[in-house]
């Protein structure tokens, strides 16, 4: 029974991905500053500037590189800011698969060359989290194909 609940629990957690721009989960800063964009590039220019740990709301769009994500704020409406210093959590996690088949690690969240792969029960440590994307060491994994495991 505890399980099932925990199986819940995660498929509710990650029920925002592809959902609808209110559905998706608030992303908080993890760098001392974090720039806000006009477009998806570091030559763009600045037009806001973010705290540490402030809460920001992802629009649901990534860049073609999947390397930043669109963020709601500034004068446009809109800004861009790197997924390297955003996150849904704060806490370092275990997850694993039951997924018969291997399931990739990308180099981004959902694009990038292959890194490795995961095994059905391997477990791996997931750092970070911005839309369903989970990072661990190798790279980035679709967190609808795992389950966190029980502290």
């Given at each position: 029974?505890?399980?099932?609940?925990?199986?819940?629990?995660?498929?509710?957690?990650?029920?925002?991905?592809?959902?609808?721009?209110?559905?998706?989960?608030?992303?908080?800063?993890?760098?001392?500053?974090?720039?806000g964009r006009v477009r998806p590039s570091k030559k763009?220019?600045?037009?806001?500037?973010?705290?540490?740990?402030?809460?920001?709301?992802?629009?649901?769009?990534?860049?073609?590189?999947?390397?930043?994500?669109?963020?709601?704020?500034?004068?446009?409406?809109?800004?861009?800011?790197?997924?390297?210093?955003?996150?849904?959590?704060?806490?370092?996690?275990?997850?694993?698969?039951?997924?018969?088949?291997?399931?990739?690690?990308?180099?981004?969240?959902?694009?990038?060359?292959?890194?490795?792969?995961?095994?059905?029960?391997?477990?791996?440590?997931?750092?970070?989290?911005?839309?369903?994307?989970?990072?661990?060491?190798?790279?980035?994994?679709?967190?609808?194909?795992?389950?966190?495991?029980?502290?």
């Open positions: 029974m505890k399980r099932a609940l925990t199986v819940l629990l995660i498929l509710s957690l990650f029920a925002g991905v592809g959902a609808a721009e209110e559905d998706l989960n608030a992303v908080h800063v993890t760098a001392h500053q974090l720039n763009s220019m600045v037009e806001l500037v973010f705290d540490h740990n402030d809460s920001l709301s992802p629009t649901g769009k990534w860049s073609a590189d999947h390397k930043w994500v669109e963020i709601i704020g500034g004068e446009n409406g809109t800004v861009w800011c790197s997924v390297e210093y955003l996150s849904e959590r704060d806490d370092v996690f275990t997850v694993y698969s039951l997924n018969p088949g291997k399931i990739r690690i990308r180099s981004q969240p959902g694009a990038g060359k292959v890194t490795g792969s995961v095994k059905k029960e391997q477990r791996i440590e997931i750092t970070q989290v911005v839309m369903g994307y989970g990072r661990c060491k190798r790279g980035w994994v679709d967190l609808s194909y795992f389950i966190e495991e029980e502290q």
